[in-house]
């Protein structure tokens, strides 16, 4: 069973940086895409960042040259390197992956920012 598990969230300053980790696990062969979302209280999941097998990434408008999504593919492992946090960053993180027609999601990691 393919399991995802996220690591490295925190309490930083605004202005301060962190970087998150997520290691899928459980005989997988290939994963093709795989992504950060985050969750704030009372708002709907959103796309962080994404990137494909070969590299090709994505970011949301709000990260866009404060996030950085890199991948090793040969562990299976995404992360996300956070600069220049501000407090509208505040929020729990999930990393999916999707292997073939199936998106695994982690259990999240709490990401706060104090102003």
């Known amino acids: 069973q393919v399991q995802l598990v996220e690591s490295g969230g925190g309490l930083v300053q605004a202005g301060g940086s962190l970087r998150l980790s997520c290691a899928a696990s459980?005989?997988?062969?290939?994963?093709?895409?795989m992504g950060w979302y985050r969750q704030a209280p009372g708002k709907q999941r959103e796309l962080v960042a994404s990137?494909?097998?070969?590299?090709?990434?994505n970011y949301a408008y709000s990260v866009k040259g404060r996030f950085t999504i890199s991948r090793n593919n040969a562990n299976n492992t995404v992360y996300l390197q956070m600069n220049s946090l501000k407090p509208e960053d505040t929020a729990v993180y999930f990393c999916n992956a999707q292997i073939v027609r199936y998106v695994y999601w982690g259990q999240g990691t709490q990401v706060t920012v104090s102003s």
């Open positions: 990137i494909t097998r070969g590299g090709s990434t």
């Open positions: 459980g005989g997988i062969f290939s994963i093709d895409n």
